[in-house]
């Protein structure tokens, strides 16, 4: 193929274009989001065209479930982003997303591709369709430039890693039990005590759940064979916040709502995006979201994320949160291993 004729780069443009700079001078890697991990198999064909006839034929999986092509000339972004159309139209349009000008590729890489783990439509364990609902969270807040990072998990085994993330979404389901279908087995009983938390015990060859201490697995429904306990159909979901990678301060997110509903999930990571506008620091060329949380400290962050929100009367929001994490430190080795 022949390159376009105008090869002039502007970097600023190209990485709001989901384009990275790379160490490879005159080539690009554009990074294709697929919200929820979840991709129709027949946009495979797309994605080996450009990368055959465009790049380095090499597709990069990436950690947030997108896919990274590589060896793309910048002097044909223009030309690639015309082959996405249809990628676009499936993943982002059809969910509702808005892209004003589909033909021009990605309008924003700042709020990173929603990672989620397969969700109930495969998993056994899954309390919820995670597909879904990435693509509903998606809807509300892509295309963003702000950094941000959201997982979901289809229960508290957390497979995705929502942990690492700014937000990680973790399913729960509310066990409701009927004493008289309950035959004492203790199968739920050992099964929590030795898997989960030990939330069951059994009193008088009859159950009881320790509400402070269950995380909504919902094993105890799975493995009872009577069927003494069922879901209730409210799905509830943990919201976890502020964990991250990176080089300065890596931590895993800490509790910040049990037991919320759908709407105070997505409510929640919207009115974040307006929590960030009020305290960014804007002399900054980034700043990512935990950062900003840091400086202002978590009472500002929940005030502002809660001012206009109904919770739902299940929901417990945590009164203080300390993250801690990992801080790199010089003594952190035995000197008499220094050579
Ligand atoms: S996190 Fe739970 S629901 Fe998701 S894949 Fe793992 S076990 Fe299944
Ligand atoms: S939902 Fe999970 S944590 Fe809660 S009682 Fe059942 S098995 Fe235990
Ligand atoms: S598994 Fe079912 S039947 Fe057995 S103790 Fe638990 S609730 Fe009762």
């Known amino acids: 193929m022949a390159p376009d004729v105008n090869s002039d780069v502007n970097t600023k443009t190209i990485v ?23 991709l129709k198999a ?10 055959q006839d465009y790049g380095d034929g090499i597709v990069h999986l990436t950690t947030r479930q997108g896919f990274e092509i590589s ?4 002097s044909s972004i223009s030309r690639v982003n ?43 364990f899954a309390n919820y369709n995670t597909t879904a609902l990435a693509q509903r969270i998606e809807k509300e807040i892509y295309p963003n430039d702000y950094h941000v990072k959201v997982a979901l998990t289809g229960c508290p085994n957390d497979c995705i890693k929502s942990r690492m993330n700014d937000f990680g979404i973790v ?9 008289k279908r309950c035959i004492g087995c203790e199968a739920c009983v050992k099964n929590c005590k030795s898997q989960v938390t030990g939330a069951l015990s059994l009193h008088k ?12 697995c919902g094993e105890c429904i799975l493995k009872c064979p009577t069927a003494a306990w069922t879901r209730n159909p409210v799905k509830f979901y943990d919201i976890l916040i502020m964990g991250r990678t990176g080089k ?5 997110a800490e509790q910040f709502i049990q037991w919320a509903d759908e709407d105070v999930v997505i409510k929640v990571i919207k009115n974040t995006y307006r929590f960030i506008d009020e305290h960014i620091d804007k002399t900054l060329a980034k700043e990512h979201i935990g950062y ?33 994490g990992f801080r790199y430190s010089s003594d952190m080795f035995m000197s008499d291993n220094l050579q």
């Open 16 to 38: 709001k274009n989901a384009y990275r700079i790379t160490r490879t001078r005159g080539k690009t890697a554009l990074r294709i989001r697929v919200p929820g991990g979840c």
């Open 42 to 51: 027949k946009h495979f064909d797309l994605l080996k065209k450009i990368s």
């Open 171 to 179: 399913g729960m389901a509310e066990p409701q039990y009927d004493y």
């Open 248 to 252: 300065k301060n890596p931590r895993i």
């Open 71 to 74: 060896g793309i000339d910048y």
């Open 82 to 124: 015309s082959l996405l159309m249809p990628l676009l139209q499936d993943l982002e349009i059809d969910i509702g997303v808005t892209i004003k000008d589909l033909s021009k590729g990605y309008p924003s890489a700042g709020t990173r591709n929603i990672a989620a783990c397969i969700g109930n439509r495969v998993c056994p």
């Open 205 to 216: 060859e009859k159950v009881k759940r320790d509400t402070r201490r269950c995380i909504g």
């Open 292 to 324: 900003i949380v840091d400086r202002t400290g978590y009472q500002v962050f929940r005030g502002k994320v809660l001012e206009d929100i109904k919770l739902n009367p299940e929901a417990r929001v945590a009164k203080h949160i300390h993250w801690g």
